[in-house]
């Protein structure tokens, strides 16, 4: 799995907090973790260097590998330098807050990570830390999707701090087809659970505690907000598309949409080898999106 994790904080709260989610996953991958700040405007080194002191307690009490990073510039170009640098294999970045627009991750600066880095790469929303994570909800869209990656990372994670997973799966349907027979409801869950049975599987195989739930809605991320703030869950843990990534707010976007209500803490997953190619970066850049 990951042997090298990077985590980018500012001297903040929330980024701090999602540094402490990479040590948790480092100690679960038994990995190194290196912690990165890059000074720029607005961020002050006192605070930068009181978060790194409390990260590298928390690794130690672990004994986990821990390494700092100072670093001048721009931001983007600093994190792909040392990345390449040190073979990193995720990075975590938090979504620190919300913009004029009312956007949460478009133009942000873990959109802006997943767009260039070689690397898996995890955006990190902070709601109400706990320093536990005891219940996470997958919602899963393709067990395909880069099954073994994630099947071990959150079988790690799972696994070293006793965790439920809860598999999630939407069958969304057209607003025109909300109302269903009984009949058609149980065909339509048969559907989802054949979607999410060999994920579930996959994880109870690694002695994994999994539990699955399909969902019937004619809105995707309404269902996933309704049932993390159902089930009371301590984090979201969501694959992200390629069409994710690219798409802005205004177009509809599900990372964004469910970024900017969820009741939990949230991550966003988008694994290494998911990369714009240059033709559309150049396309993403000129459009500013």
């Known amino acids: ?59 130690e009490k672990d004994n986990i590998p821990f390494h700092t990073h100072f670093l001048y510039g721009d931001v983007v170009s600093q994190i792909l330098h040392l990345v390449k640098k040190e073979s990193i294999e995720l990075v975590l970045s938090s979504v620190r807050r919300v913009d004029w627009q009312g956007r949460f991750f478009v133009k942000s600066l873990p959109q802006k990570l997943m767009l260039v880095l070689p690397c898996s790469v995890i955006a990190v929303r902070v709601v109400g830390y706990r320093g536990s994570v005891k219940r996470i909800l997958v919602p899963l869209r393709s067990w395909k999707y880069y099954f073994y990656e994630r099947l071990y990372l959150l079988s790690f994670f799972a696994l ?29 869950k048969k559907i989802g659970e054949k979607e999410i049975v060999f994920f579930t599987e996959g994880l ?33 843990f969501m694959g992200a598309y390629q069409r994710d990534i690219v798409k802005r707010a205004i177009e509809g976007n599900l990372v964004e949409e469910v970024l900017r209500n969820t009741p939990c803490d949230m991550m966003i997953w988008y694994p290494k080898t998911r990369r714009l190619r240059p033709f559309w970066q150049k396309i993403f850049k000129i459009f500013k999106f």
Do not use: W
């Open 204 to 236: 109870a195989e690694l002695g994994v505690n999994v539990k699955s739930k399909v969902k019937i809605s004619t809105n995707l991320p309404r269902a996933i907000l309704f049932e993390a703030a159902r089930g009371r869950y301590d984090l979201i």
């Open 1 to 59: 799995m990951y042997k090298k994790i990077l985590a980018c904080i500012d001297g903040s709260f929330n980024a701090e907090a999602a540094a402490k989610y990479a040590i948790n996953i480092a100690k679960a991958c038994k990995a190194e973790i290196h912690v990165v700040c890059v000074i720029e405007k607005g961020v002050h080194q006192n605070t930068v260097r009181i978060s790194f002191e409390r990260l590298a307690q928390m690794a």
């Open 160 to 188: 070293t701090f006793s965790t439920e997973l809860v598999i999630f799966r939407v069958q969304e349907i057209p607003q025109n087809k909300a109302i269903f027979s009984s009949k058609e409801i149980l065909r339509l």
